[in-house]
């Protein structure tokens, strides 16, 4: 009797320890898995292999319903490989969970479409002072003089300038090279052309489209711009005006250089689409891992 009231309690020990095992590991794992399958499919999306990535989300999606960046980035990829029925699925399941992630993807999917579509324009938009004119940045030489391709994006948006004096101009880029960013040296082109210093504005410190999406949409919300002409190079422009729309500044111009824009006219095949996705949801700042 002694010995089975003591195995009795042995039992019970065990018992007790192996459910608060279950209770506390249980959901970590569990977590932790999760989290494996969203960084695999993030990993799978940068890699090019689209269609794992979105495997990788519906294993997580059953374990996870609720999980917002996971459908987010469903509906987006289901976009790209053209699967309407999974975006729908994707989109009605964040709607129902987070109606402002919902709002923020759909907005993401208009500013794709849109971009896909932009066409490059060498020719100056109509705008008033309420539009701002952003310029793109692009590496410096080694010493901080400007590279040709820098230079004509300069002299597109000198012209656009011109034709529009009273609209603010803002120079986004960082990477400096000798001691002077992108954005100082495009400032220092563009004052040599007869730009008043005080018309320029200078963000310095962006590394990225992505970055330079962000960083100036807040400045022109600062300089009371409701609206941009994005400025670039023609086989950047479309991956830059999703951007910026992503970021929240409403694109009415897409100007250009001339170099290389005859070849950049017709509407990129859907594989070379495949940035323009890639830094939507990076703007829309997805996290690239968890």
Avoid: C
């Amino acid at each position: 009797m002694k010995i089975s009231r003591h195995w009795k309690q042995v039992a019970a020990a065990v018992a007790a320890v192996a459910a608060v095992t279950s209770a506390t590991i249980g959901p970590a794992t569990a977590e932790a898995d999760v989290t494996a399958l969203y960084n695999s499919a993030q990993r799978h999306f940068t890699d090019g292999d689209d269609a794992a990535g979105r495997a990788d989300l519906r294993t997580l999606i059953a374990a996870d319903p609720n999980d917002a960046d996971a459908l987010a980035l469903q509906a987006i990829w289901s976009h790209y490989a053209g699967d309407h029925a999974a975006v729908g699925e994707a989109m009605a399941r964040l709607g129902a969970v987070d109606a402002g992630m919902a709002a923020g993807t759909s907005n993401v999917l208009r500013a794709v479409t849109a971009a896909a579509s932009t066409l490059p324009n060498p020719l100056p938009a109509l705008i008033g002072p309420q539009t701002g004119i952003v310029v793109l940045g692009y590496g410096l030489l080694p010493d901080g003089a400007l590279r040709p391709e820098l230079e004509n994006r300069l002299t597109a948006a000198w012209l656009q300038a011109v034709a529009a004096p009273f609209s603010p101009v803002i120079v986004t880029g960082g990477n400096p090279q000798n001691g002077i960013s992108e954005a100082e040296a495009m400032r220092r082109w563009l004052v040599g052309r007869g730009l008043p210093g005080e018309r320029i504005h200078v963000e310095d410190r962006a590394g990225s489209t992505v970055q330079n999406a962000l960083f100036s949409t807040r400045m022109l919300r600062d300089l009371g711009a409701t609206s941009a002409v994005v400025v670039t190079s023609p086989n950047h422009i479309r991956r830059a005006v999703a951007d910026f729309l992503v970021a929240g500044t409403n694109v009415v111009g897409a100007m250009t250089s001339l170099e290389q824009l005859v070849s950049q006219l017709p509407p990129p095949a859907k594989a070379a689409q495949r940035g323009i996705y890639l830094d939507a949801t990076r703007t829309f700042e997805l996290d690239s891992s968890r």
